[in-house]
């Protein structure tokens, strides 16, 4: 029943540095999603993918690239981190209802 | 630009009491409603759905949703210090795959 899952749990980066997020979920959902949530911001989306094949911005796209590499894997890319993108990121999937969270990614630019 | 309004709180409940927690939204055409509760440091946990306009219970927990009114809101029954948590509200848009949150109303329990 692993769901939802997300590497890595933590990470940081000095400004300028590239790197990506992985999740993975076992659930067969078709679409995908990448958030960012920050103190009294609350989740914010920066991209996400209806089905294979397909990706579409959303509220906070600067700044991040993302590649539905298979049904089961969405990955999200930082090419030049910036301080602004120290936050927590969320990986969701959704089928045709509810949509689930993987545990979250902890990331600190410096 | 489409939005879900809550209450940031704190709202402060004694243990055994009934929590109310409220949430507004602007797309007239959402259809589907969702509470979600997130312990600190943790991942939203999806806790309830509702698709159609009354009550639905599940357990201590009572989601209600007016279309009419544009307003969805959660009762905790016989609230316990480990309801304590931040509790998301979120619509999925109208006419796409998009699920839209607030930014949540932090809940207290005391014991």
């Known amino acids: 029943n692993a769901g939802v899952t997300q590497t890595p749990k933590f990470q940081v980066l000095k400004t300028g540095q590239s790197m990506t997020l992985q999740c993975a979920q076992d659930m067969n959902h078709n679409s995908m999603y990448w958030y960012r949530q920050d103190p009294g911001m609350g989740l914010r989306l920066i991209y996400y993918?209806?089905?294979?094949?397909?990706?579409d911005k959303g509220e906070v796209p600067n700044g991040y690239n993302v590649s539905r590499l298979n049904k089961r894997e969405f990955s999200l890319r930082l090419e030049s981190a910036a301080p602004s993108q120290t936050s927590v990121y969320f990986c969701?999937?959704?089928?045709?209802?509810?949509?689930?969270f993987g545990q979250g990614t902890r990331l600190t630019v410096v | 630009q489409k939005e879900v309004e809550q209450n940031s709180g704190p709202l402060s409940v004694p243990e055994g009491a009934i929590a109310s927690l409220n949430c507004t939204y602007s797309d007239r055409g959402s259809q589907s409603f969702f509470w979600y509760r997130q312990y600190s440091g943790k991942s939203p946990e999806l806790i309830m759905s509702i698709y159609s306009n009354g009550d639905k219970e599940d357990g201590r927990f009572t989601a209600q949703l007016n279309k009419a009114s544009q307003y969805v809101s959660l009762l905790i029954r016989d609230s316990q210090p480990s309801d304590s948590a931040t509790y998301l509200c979120a619509v999925k848009a109208s006419g796409t795959y998009k699920y839209i949150f607030g930014t949540g109303t932090r809940l207290k329990v005391l014991a």
């Open positions: 993918s209806a089905s294979e094949g397909t990706t």
């Open positions: 969701a999937s959704s089928g045709t209802r509810e949509a689930f």
